[in-house]
């Protein structure tokens, strides 16, 4: 997670125009509609959508916007979206996931395949990068909700794998099946998480000069910005003075 939370952190700090904000929450409202579709309508009953509302929750997304969403899974006229997988190699030899909800597979793949080639990387078959990355549960809570001492105690307990905490957030990774019982294990110690969902975590990352980390950030800057993309995952890490630099 080290290049993705890398790059999220460089978004955030460079602020939310109303342009950006829009983008978001169209892709957090399609995930929500997909997840209705999919299961119940009851974030309660259906993990996914819980997820997906969790996700919209952290983002500030309006009670209004996550009503209309679940609703909209189940309007006869609904748009109906494909989950599609796209893997590939960015500069330096990074491998990123791109997950995508599409309702025409054929545009996505070709936008997704110009943005690698306009950056020098490659778009490959499916299962061509992922088997360098794990899927496993994530539960992410903000650092003021435990000491890493107590959060760690308590993910160990719950059934976790790992913890990872630093100055704004606590990461907790778990195998896919237990995501559901560490998460609700967790909420009757800390209250909601700020999201739990299911990720592609790396298992190394390479950690690229500044000139390499500058035109895979392009990439999945561009691969974000699709409003067909829903998470983009890399193996990556950037230096601490391309990060300011990136966030100046």
């Given at each position: ?37 999919l299961g119940l309508p009851d974030p309660a009953m259906n993990a996914r959508l819980r997820a997906a509302v ?195």
């Amino acid at each position: 997670m080290a290049g993705h939370s890398q790059f999220k952190n460089i978004m955030h700090k460079k602020g939310k125009q109303d342009a950006i904000r829009s983008k978001l929450f169209s892709k957090l409202a399609r995930e929500i509609t997909v997840a209705a579709k999919l299961g119940l309508p009851d974030p309660a009953m259906n993990a996914r959508l819980r997820a997906a509302v969790l996700a919209a929750r952290a983002e500030n997304m309006p009670k209004d916007n996550i009503e209309r969403a679940i609703k909209k899974a189940s309007a006869a006229d609904g748009e109906n979206y494909d989950e599609v997988r796209y893997e590939g190699y960015a500069s330096g030899g990074v491998a990123v996931i791109v997950e995508a909800l599409t309702d025409n597979r054929n545009r996505t793949a070709g936008e997704v395949r110009s943005y690698f080639t306009k950056v020098g990387g490659s778009l490959a078959e499916t299962g061509a990068v992922s088997f360098m990355f794990d899927h496993v549960g994530l539960i992410e809570y903000p650092a003021k909700a435990a000491s890493e001492e107590a959060m760690l105690e308590a993910a160990i307990d719950a059934g976790a794998d790992d913890v990872q905490s630093d100055a704004e957030t606590h990461q907790i990774f778990t195998a896919m099946d237990s995501l559901r019982d560490v998460a609700q294990a967790l909420e009757g110690k800390f209250g909601e998480a700020a999201a739990a969902k299911l990720v592609w975590r790396p298992q190394n990352t390479i950690m690229l000069d500044d000139e390499t980390g500058e035109k895979v950030l392009r990439l999945i800057g561009l691969l974000e910005d699709n409003d067909d993309v829903q998470n983009v995952y890399a193996n990556y890490e950037i230096s601490d003075a391309l990060v300011a630099r990136l966030e100046g």
